[in-house]
């Protein structure tokens, strides 16, 4: 039973450009979120997905998009990247919305901005 | 706003010692908490979760209970050993969906 899979694992971007990352949920899970770690700190919550729709969204600008597709994958999007956007990216699945069930997360992406 | 206080924030002990890690969190009104384990630079392992009618959980050589009405949860390591070694994160469930809210964490090192 695989469980949350993240990639790319590392990835370095210019600033200014445009970054995708990817989760796949753990087998049976329809429900995705994203956080951002900064080094040092606890994971903060950037939005969640389920049936295809963002359902929740912490305190992120609109350069933060996301999408999810009918197999329950998940895209993190961010435009015009800051250096301050430099962070380890996390994925969660879960169980439903609404259902306060256990959070599996993946390795996370580390993402580099120069 | 929900937030969660870890203490100590770092910690440092020898082989073999019982740990105790602290979280509270300002809103008590908490459904569920989960502890997770977050290796150097690797994502988040999920090591006990405490639903909302429950107070505590065990698994191995860990405990975690949960006091509602003060909105703390207690870690409990016992007979700790240098795999250990690792930062743990508590984080709770916050309003209608899966939205976790989270800890700075604490950095253990468990020393031979």
């Known amino acids: 039973d695989a469980g949350v899979t993240q990639s790319p694992t590392h990835l370095i971007k210019t600033r200014g450009q445009q970054v995708t990352l990817r989760c796949s949920p753990k087998?049976?899970?329809?429900?995705v979120s994203w956080y951002q770690q900064a080094l040092g700190q606890g994971p903060q919550f950037i939005f969640q997905?389920?049936?295809?729709?963002?359902?929740q969204r912490g305190n992120f600008p609109d350069r933060f998009s996301g999408h999810q597709f009918p197999n329950y994958s998940s895209e993190l999007n961010v435009n015009a990247l800051l250096l301050g956007d430099s962070a380890l990216y996390l994925c969660?699945?879960?169980?439903?919305?609404?259902?306060?069930?256990?959070?599996?997360f993946g390795q996370g992406t580390r993402l580099t901005v120069v | 706003k929900q937030e969660v206080t870890q203490i100590p924030a770092a910690l440092s002990v020898p082989e073999g010692e019982n740990l105790v890690l602290n979280c509270s969190f300002t809103?008590?009104?908490?459904?569920?908490l989960q502890w997770f384990r977050q290796d150097p630079g690797k994502g988040l392992t999920s090591l006990l979760l405490?639903?909302?009618?429950?107070r505590e959980q065990t698994s191995g050589r860990l405990n975690a209970s949960l006091d509602k009405s003060s909105g703390r949860s207690t870690l409990y390591i016992a007979a700790s050993q240098p795999g250990d070694s690792a930062t743990y994160l508590c984080?709770?469930?916050?309003?209608?969906?899966?939205?976790?809210?989270f800890g700075a964490g604490t950095r253990l090192a468990v020393h031979p």
């Open positions: 969660a699945s879960s169980l439903g919305p609404g259902r306060h069930t256990e959070a599996f």
């Open positions: 087998s049976g899970h329809d429900t």
């Open positions: 997905y389920y049936e295809e729709e963002e359902r």
């Open positions: 809103d008590s009104a908490i459904y569920n």
């Open positions: 405490i639903q909302s009618s429950q």
């Open positions: 984080a709770g469930f916050s309003g209608g969906y899966n939205k976790l809210i």
